[in-house]
């Protein structure tokens, strides 16, 4: 799964976009996913920290890994 893929499936499953952020960056109680230097990072956000930080060889990994995250935090909403 790529990046845009996971934004398609993301709006078609209707989550909520301030739960996410395909961009990376700091945004408020969210998860990210973020190009890095050295491949994709997964990482919950929380008053401008990130935390349960995951690294990832791969685009497709890191998207399907994002993907559990916010489906397991919707469970609970």
Known sequence: ??????EELLVKENIPKHFYSLDGGLPYDAWCLAKTPSGWEVYY??????????????EEEACKRLYQRIKKMMEYM
């Open 45 to 58: 956000t929380e008053r401008g920290e990130k935390y349960q930080i995951e690294s990832f060889d791969s």
């Open 1 to 6: 799964m790529t990046k845009s893929e996971l």
